[in-house]
């Protein structure tokens, strides 16, 4: 069974940074893609950021290219999320997710992705 335990958000500033993680569990970890979404309230799900089993491909949505970054320790089964000049508009809950199988093609689709963590909240104040 995949487990994904997400950790590191708050309440921040606009302007300020925060770095999210999200430890996984269940399964080989170093072979599988894994990717960022966030929820805002009222607002569909937007799929953040992707990045490749090995770390050298990485996706980012255009409204957070340039200021988010996302990483992963294979030794430690986390992916990361790193979040810099934050805006109000980033508040919302962020999940880290996982696809099923390997995925093929750069970048992966939205709906490649099967298992979620339970989300932490990203608090941005003006």
């Known amino acids: 069974q995949v487990q994904l335990d997400e950790s590191g958000g708050g309440l921040v500033q606009a302007g300020g940074s925060l770095r999210l993680s999200c430890a996984a569990s269940?399964?080989?970890?170093?072979?599988?893609?894994m990717g960022w979404f966030r929820q805002a309230p009222g607002k569909e799900r937007e799929y953040v950021a992707a990045?490749?089993?090995?770390?050298?491909?990485?996706f980012y949505a255009d409204s957070v290219k340039g200021r988010f970054t996302i990483s992963r320790d294979n030794a430690k089964n986390t992916v990361y999320l790193q979040l810099n000049s934050l805006k109000p508009e980033d508040t919302a809950v962020y999940y880290c997710?996982?696809?099923?199988?390997?995925?093929?093609?750069?970048?992966?689709?939205?709906?490649?992705?099967?298992?979620w963590g339970q989300g932490t909240q990203v608090t941005v104040s003006s």
């Open positions: 997710a996982a696809p099923r199988g390997i995925v093929t093609g750069w970048p992966p689709s939205h709906r490649a992705f099967d298992y």
């Open positions: 269940g399964r080989t970890f170093s072979r599988f893609t």
């Open positions: 990045i490749s089993s090995s770390g050298a491909n990485t």
